[in-house]
């Protein structure tokens, strides 16, 4: 028989509701782990098939207590539930550790042999087996001891390395005057106060304008300094501690180094490969990136007859002023025609058309009045559920992500994902469009890739040096004309202009060699905070900036306190230009038309729906027809 159509999470409607959400909820799965690992090891002579059934189910409990637990720590508005959350988000992290530390549960799966299982089930043994060793179950109990403390601690200094960002908002006050440049409609939301100072934050709302429009230097250089400066100096001990926890629990399991430990489950394989390839592309880069700081340098000094350096403070404005004046784009007519009400459907409209699907608006209950609710749907089937939490507001997570809320298993659960963003209500930088769609695409990932068996291969659940390359080819789509005219109009209903997004797509090419250089700071950072461990943090990273990137960071700035990749990447930043070469190429087989149909269906049948149910290589290998190649990569950092 059929099952009946699966129904989503039924989300609380007041304070009481969501408090039981985050404390009961998650007590419930995990005590249902309990049960699980005592059946498993009371019957560790069931089937090898039954085993790895009841593993299963651990794992779905785990991942339904694991990914509310941490969004509504990000995103509810009540703080003590968001510290309830944390609370249990530590307790899932602490039960997940401890269970590849117990050598009763090793027991059951350690010497079993694959035969008589199917493919998937081959696999999935594998890896609980290649996790438990991973795990430290083997080690004497000294260190299997110590390992668990290291494992623990961890995940609580990662917690409230997060939560100090989360919570560090700065503020600035300048001169009313020095907003010279600003749009109107960020001056107009701008009050001046009474001694004729305005207010600025760290905000994105206020961080991306400034740095974009100001045409006053001081202003920029304070602000961006504030935001390098967030959760410092409370987040220096921190870090400090878990860099030397990761080393210590690496060493422990017989790695190298922090960075060969994460990288044994990623595409690239080694601590050494991470090292080369971040090698690779600075090579790539270098002659492109000189070419353009001359010419970044040259027209700072036009209006900064002394300066001696473009800093990362002056790195937008100068961009923004050369595309205008060389390029003859003005990033304050593009923004007028990006109303965010607008981008909203066009995202939704533009990705509904690319993958064959709706998205039908819910009137549902949600933590904040902010949440826009959908149901993804094709034909009379609901896939799935999106949240959009879009806009900030104080102690929500201050950047922009997706994140988890239940995990689709067939015939269980459906999939449900949430964006938390911190867009303007009004008019978005075109910056932020491409924000957008990057951060919708690991939301369409999740969605159509939660349809599996098997809870550790469902939704984004790829290898995480793969996870961004379906995000980063949805950018592609926020450059398109055909894309772009559907939605991108301004106050006065005209369309923008196909030969101003032609300009646009051009100037971007200028610029691209110093950004990826500007990656190449943070993914350096990532890496050899892990692998050299420095004394002085400060220092080792302001020389792992300039190393990387003639664009020079701010003289005494510290910011590695609020880089939050830090804690969920660990060393491994690199991800982003590794899944970005993957990314340019999975493109190229689009050619001249994004929304071809043949093409767009192939994509989401070989790239989206298998979740990580197949190795990242291999989903690669059966859309492109072949291996992936530096190509196209090479060639977009060339301009073409």
């Excluded at 390395?161 to 005057?177: H, K, T």
Aim: hydrophobic residues 40%; aromatic residues 10%; contains cysteine.
């Amino acid at each position: 028989m059929p099952h009946p159509p699966l129904e989503p999470l039924t989300l609380p409607r007041d304070p009481d509701g969501w408090r039981a959400f985050a404390e009961d909820r998650p007590t419930e799965r995990l005590a249902r782990v309990a049960e699980i690992d005592a059946r498993l090891t009371a019957e560790s002579d069931l089937p090898l098939r039954e085993r790895l059934a009841l593993w299963n189910e651990a794992e779905i409990a785990l991942s339904e207590a694991a990914a509310p637990s941490h969004l509504v720590s990000e995103s509810h508005p009540d703080a003590e539930v968001r510290d309830s959350a944390e609370k249990q988000a530590q307790a899932v992290d602490a039960v997940q550790s401890r269970r590849l530390l117990d050598r009763a549960l090793w027991g059951v799966f350690g010497d079993a042999a694959a035969d008589g299982l199917d493919a998937d089930e081959q696999r999935l043994l594998a890896q609980i087996q290649r996790d438990f060793r991973r795990g430290g179950v083997d080690l004497d109990d000294a260190d299997r001891e110590r390992v668990r403390e290291l494992t623990d601690r961890d995940t609580e200094l990662s917690l409230t390395f997060s939560r100090n960002i989360r919570e560090g908002r700065r503020e600035i006050r300048v001169p009313a005057s020095s907003l010279d440049g600003l749009p109107a409609d960020f001056i107009s939301e701008h009050p001046v106060d009474a001694d004729g100072m305005v207010t600025l934050t760290t905000e994105y709302t206020d961080l991306m304008p400034v740095r974009e429009y100001a045409r006053d230097r001081a202003v920029r250089h304070e602000l961006m300094g504030a935001y390098n400066d967030l959760a410092w100096p409370v987040n220096e001990p921190v870090l400090a501690e878990l860099l030397a926890v990761r080393a210590e629990r690496a060493t422990l399991l017989g790695y190298g180094d922090w960075a060969d430990y994460e990288t044994e489950t990623r595409m690239i394989g080694s601590s050494a490969a991470v090292k080369a390839f971040l090698e690779k592309v600075a090579d790539a880069v270098a002659p492109a990136a000189a070419v353009e700081y001359d010419r970044v340098l040259e027209r700072l000094r036009r209006d900064e007859p002394t300066a001696d350096a473009v800093t990362i403070a002056d790195f937008w404005y100068v961009l923004s002023a050369l595309k205008r004046e060389e390029y003859d784009v003005d990033s304050q007519l593009v923004r007028s025609y990006f109303r965010f009400d607008r981008v909203l459907e066009g995202v939704l409209a533009t990705t509904a058309r690319l993958l064959d699907v709706e998205y039908v608006p819910v009137d549902a209950p949600s933590w904040h009045d902010d949440v826009r609710t959908y149901d993804v749907v094709r034909g009379a089937e609901r896939l799935g559920r999106i949240h959009l939490d879009l806009h900030p507001r104080d102690g929500k997570y201050n950047h922009a992500a997706c994140f988890g809320l239940a995990p689709g298993i067939t015939d269980r659960s459906l999939p449900e994902s949430v964006l938390l963003c911190n867009f303007s209500r009004g008019l978005l930088e075109h910056d932020e469009v491409v924000t957008f769609f990057h951060e919708f695409g690991h939301l369409v990932h999740d969605i159509l890739g939660g349809h599996q068996k098997w809870a550790r291969w469902t939704g984004v659940a790829t290898e995480w040096d793969f996870v961004e390359a379906p995000s980063q080819l949805l950018e592609e789509w926020a450059w398109d004309a055909e894309a772009l005219a559907a939605f991108a109009v301004n106050d006065e209903g005209e369309p923008i202009p196909a030969d101003l997004v032609a300009r646009m797509r051009t100037a971007d090419a200028f610029g691209r060699a110093l950004e990826v250089t500007r990656q190449l700071g943070h993914a350096t950072t990532s890496y050899r905070l892990h692998v050299d461990r420095p004394a002085d943090l400060a220092e080792a990273v302001d020389g792992y900036y300039r190393a990387a990137s003639p664009v020079a960071p701010l003289d005494g700035s510290h910011s590695y306190a609020g880089f939050g990749h830090l804690t969920g990447y660990g060393a491994c930043y690199y991800t982003y230009q590794w899944s970005l070469v993957i990314a340019r190429d999975l493109l190229s087989a689009f050619g001249d038309d994004l929304f071809d149909v043949d093409t767009a269906a192939r994509y989401r049948r070989e790239i989206l729906e298998p979740g990580g149910t197949r190795d990242a290589r291999d989903l690669v290998q059966s859309f492109l027809g072949r291996e992936s190649t530096f190509d196209a990569y090479r060639a977009w950092l060339a301009g073409a």
